[in-house]
């Protein structure tokens, strides 16, 4: 498996409400350019200084995979890994 590239950007997130009415990311600019997501997978959770942030891997529509964080105190997202390899699985 390809080791990811750490980016650890400011990101704008779309959001999107699945079935259960979860916030989850549809698309997001980077860098001047927006990135449709196919999909999103693998969902993680981390406390940070008693603040729980979510993660999410993504497929974009560019074949790469992302992994994108939100930060409720911040109410913000980042970027925070970019594999680049279309072979790992989101």
């Known amino acids: 498996m390809p080791l ?36 999103v997978g693998r969902e993680r959770h981390e406390e940070s200084d008693g603040v729980i942030q979510t993660g999410w891997l993504a497929r974009g529509q560019d074949g790469v995979t992302y992994e994108l964080r939100f930060d409720p105190l911040q109410v913000g997202w980042t970027l925070v890994r970019v594999w680049r390899n279309p072979a790992v699985a989101s």
């Open 4 to 39: 990811p590239d750490f980016v650890n950007e400011p990101v704008r997130v779309e959001i999107r409400l699945s079935a259960d009415g979860q916030a989850l990311p549809a698309s997001f600019t980077w860098r001047g350019r927006r990135i449709t997501l196919l999909g």
